[in-house]
């Protein structure tokens, strides 16, 4: 059973960066895709982005493009997401996921979740 851990959340304002990790705890296992989703409180679970494990192509939610990039580190075996600039639309609980086929923008295509952590963003 893979579990992914996530780090990096917090309380932060409006315009600074901030990175989020993922920790898988196995080092080998079915990753065709990885990926962030993210929920604010009422709402749904929301696709943010995601990064193909075998070449690192990346793809984003239009919400956040230009302000979040998604890397992988093979020798760590983490992957980040890097905020640019946030905004208090940003406010979410944020999940790394794992998913095994050619889907991947929604919550229902993926395989494995992580627990999540709090990002806040004043203003």
């Known amino acids: 059973q893979v579990m992914l851990v996530e780090s990096g959340g917090g309380v932060v304002t409006a315009g600074d960066s901030l990175r989020l990790s993922c920790q898988p705890s196995?080092?080998?296992?079915?990753?065709?895709?990885m990926g962030w989703f993210r929920q604010a409180p009422g709402k749904e679970r929301e696709f943010v982005g995601r990064?193909?494990?075998?070449?690192?192509?990346?793809y984003y939610a239009d919400s956040v493009k230009g302000r979040f990039r998604i890397t992988r580190d093979y020798a760590s075996n983490t992957m980040s997401l890097q905020i640019a600039s946030v905004e208090p639309e940003d406010t979410a609980v944020y999940y790394c996921?794992?998913?095994?086929?050619?889907?991947?923008?929604?919550?229902?295509?993926?395989?494995?979740w992580g627990q999540g952590t709090q990002v806040t963003v004043s203003s």
């Open positions: 196995e080092r080998t296992f079915n990753r065709y895709y």
């Open positions: 996921a794992v998913g095994t086929t050619l889907a991947f923008t929604s919550a229902s295509d993926v395989s494995y």
């Open positions: 990064i193909r494990w075998r070449d690192g192509t990346t």
